[in-house]
Nanobody, 117 residues
């Protein structure tokens, strides 16, 4: 089982990044997908989540209106489009797969996002 994030990097405030997460080794379409982030010295927090069919999405208050989560079950991918980035969005971003009706979960290794002028 693997979740591999990509797309992180250094961006100026107000800029955009698109994170990708590729899943393999499990039946991706049966898993709720979420993005989390962890800033230095802070606890990991959920940023966004999407249901197995992509029909429902939820976001942390701090990113509502700026971030968009989406998924492609055919390609086993989940994305996080991040717009109007702020300094406080700097963190390592992780994707997570949560099995519906089970305790199964998988994490990626994370990708660094740094917002700095």
């Amino acid at each position: 089982v693997q979740l591999v994030e990509s797309g992180g990097g250094l961006v100026q405030p107000g800029g955009s990044l698109r994170l990708s997460c590729a899943g393999s080794g499990f039946t991706f379409r049966y898993y709720v997908m979420k993005w989390f982030r962890q800033a230095p010295g802070k606890e990991r927090e959920m940023v966004a989540g999407v249901t197995i069919d992509g029909g429902r999405k939820n976001y942390a208050e701090s990113v509502k209106g700026r971030f968009i989560i989406s998924r492609d079950n055919i390609r086993a991918m989940v994305y996080l489009q991040m717009n109007s980035l702020k300094l406080e969005d700097t963190a390592i971003y992780f994707c997570k797969a949560e099995g519906q009706g089970s305790n199964t979960e998988y994490w990626g290794q994370g990708t660094q996002v740094t917002v700095s002028s």
